[in-house]
């Protein structure tokens, strides 16, 4: 109960700044916290997460609470249903505290894209907290609850945990049930996961993993025990070093912080060594036209008739379709169906459909050929630092950008995850990225807790009391 109400006070006197929530429960989360003080206090054990505060992307449905998307067009919407995610963490006694900001339906790389006002990055408010799985992040980095879930299609969970120091995990694609989460490219969702530490990270894992007959992607065998392997180290690892992605442009204190982190494994016992994983502009068309198209076919529901805004007086069922879709959709997913609806029709948008195919297979089997040599990836997440509010708006091709080191992992489905590694000058949060083979999250968190345990960059914690003295305005 006291861990609840501490998040809830803070969330109470710092989320009016931030903004990492579009709906809170305090009521329901203290009811829960109450009902697994009752159970302790009676000698039994209520679950792993027993009492745990947790921030919920609202890209996910709870039972009678609203799921927005971050849209205008589904904001009055209350499901009828649990997300599979939200049954599993809820069995496992966590506490909801509240349904966190997106960017609108997953579509955006900063958080600045939610109908309902940017999130906030919690280290420098001046700056973007990274997207779309913003508000979970802030949430956490925030200590508005002690982890969060998120979605990942081409880095959603990974980009918001570099931006915020905090662990970013995208599990591989198809370990976790997506039932009850609204699909951006489901090619390519994940649910993620957003902590503080690895050992929390993997904890929930833990309890989401396992089969889903209502999702047909969800892998059916059960998964190997990630904790009990996650402090076996990384002695005699053949740990690869994404050497192309290091030369692409890095922020020189990015750089200086992946180096250091290098050693770090050195020391540690791996044995390093550079590999190539391509980077280049017709891989960011691939993923863009790709998630385009598959967003198109997926929100072709939100017509006005069947899902979204209802409007009456207007003539016709195109001009319905049109006004609710138009008047309830942002620019940046209307740009995204624009794009995918073109690739699907016939002639010169089909053709580029079908590069963007080839370029995806051959991301996947550049993967397969440097597993062959190595046990797991080093790589940046971004370029550095948490960009600046409105800094890469006006151009769209460079937000995508942001996501040219994650969306690799999300082509190909490998498992990856975000970590702190360092800290500017300025002191705000870098990250590193490490992927891994397909279905080895034991592995990926292996080697990442082989890096945690020798610093220290993830026991840092945002200055809220001197951004926002008193609460804030």
Known sequence: MDLVTACLDRADAFDKNLKAFLHRCPDRALSVARRVDDLRAKGERPGALAGVPMGLKDLLVVEGMPTTCGSRLIE??????????????????????????????????????????????????????????????????????????GTDTGGSVRQPAAFCGLVGLKPSWGRLSRYGMVAYAPSMDCVGILAHELRDAALVLTELAGPDPRDATCRRERMPDVLGALEDGVADMRLGVAEDWMDAGLDAEMEQAISAALRRFSSAGARLRPV?????????????????????????????????????????????????????FGPGVLRRIKLGTDAL???????????????RARVRHV???????????????????????????????????????????????????????????????????????????AGLLRVARALEARQDFHLRRPPLDDLFAGGGA
Not at 121 to 147: I, L, M, Q
Not at 315 to 327: D, H, I, T, W, Y
């Open 76 to 149: 009055d919407f209350v499901p009828p249903y649990d997300a599979a995610a939200f049954e599993a963490l809820s069995r496992s006694g966590a506490v909801l505290v509240g349904k966190c900001n997106l960017d609108e339906f997953g579509m955006g790389s900063s958080g600045e894209h939610s109908a309902f006002g940017a999130s906030l990055n919690p280290w420098d408010p001046s700056r973007v907290p990274g997207g779309s799985s913003s508000g979970s992040a802030v949430a956490v980095a925030a200590g508005f609850a002690t982890f969060a879930i």
């Open 276 to 328: 190539k994983l391509g980077l280049n502009a017709e891989l960011l068309d691939a993923f863009a036209l790709l998630a385009a198209v598959e967003a198109a076919s997926n929100l072709a529901r939100f017509d006005g008739l069947h899902y979204g805004r209802i409007r009456s007086g207007v003539g016709g069922m195109g001009a319905l379709r049109q006004s609710a879709r138009g008047e309830g």
């Open 345 to 359: 029709s016939a002639g010169t948008g089909r053709a580029g459909y079908e590069r963007a195919l080839a370029e």
């Open 367 to 441: 993967f397969e050929k440097v597993f062959a040599e190595v046990d797991a990836i080093i790589a940046p997440v971004c370029e550095g630092p948490a960009f600046g509010l409105g800094e890469r708006l006006a151009s769209p091709s460079e937000m995508i950008g942001s996501d040219r080191f994650t969306m690799q992992a999300s082509l190909a489905g490998l498992p990856a995850l975000s970590m702190p590694c360092g800290f500017s000058s300025s002191g705000l949060p870098l990250g590193l990225q490490i992927i891994a083979r397909p279905f080895d999250e």
